[in-house]
């Protein structure tokens, strides 16, 4: 019982799965929220993919729309 603790199952066709798996592309027309999610998915499958951490941020964070006050002029 003691030698099983602990072992990964080794899954040799998650790659392939993945590489099926239909993707959503992120727009900056979808709202953040929704953006937000869309780069959290992919960043889990392809973290998943290259066994590493990858993180990325959705298109609302990475160049966000100023709000009216900061788009306004100063005179």
Same mark, same amino acid.
């Given at each position: 019982m003691g030698g099983c603790a602990g072992a990964a199952t080794q899954l040799p066709e998650t790659t392939e799965l993945l590489d099926k798996l239909p993707r959503v592309e992120n727009s900056?027309? $979808?709202s953040c929220w929704q953006q937000r999610q869309i780069?959290?998915?992919? $960043?889990?499958?392809d973290s998943i993919k290259a066994k590493k951490s990858i993180v990325y941020k959705p298109p609302c964070e990475v160049d966000p729309k100023p709000t009216e006050a900061e788009s306004k002029p100063t005179t």
């Open positions: 900056t027309k $979808s780069a959290a998915q992919n $960043s889990y499958v």
